[in-house]
């Protein structure tokens, strides 16, 4: 099998965080939610544990010399 590169400890510590809150959210609420519902509590779980965030960013896409707003990434 390949192996994979281990992450900074930093990123590590950030990846484990946003894990945890997303298992935190999954076990107060439960299943059968909208997913912007999730979305909000997990975005109040990032925040209560000061981990600094951006919901659903714009960016613009490229089209050969165009730029097209309006997609957003999670």
């Known amino acids: 099998m390949g192996e994979f590169a281990a992450l900074p400890a930093e990123c590590e510590q950030t990846v484990s965080s946003?894990?945890?809150?997303?298992?935190?959210?999954?076990?107060?609420?439960?299943?059968?939610?909208?997913?912007?519902?999730?979305?909000r509590a997990y975005c109040l779980e990032l925040d209560s544990r000061q981990i600094p965030f951006e919901c659903e960013k714009q960016?613009?896409?490229?089209?050969?010399?165009?730029?097209?707003?309006?997609?957003?990434i999670d």
């Open 18 to 39: 946003c894990i945890d809150c997303a298992i935190t959210v999954h076990r107060e609420l439960g299943p059968g939610f909208k997913e912007r519902i999730y979305e």
């Open 59 to 72: 960016i613009l896409v490229r089209y050969r010399e165009w730029s097209i707003p309006g997609q957003r």
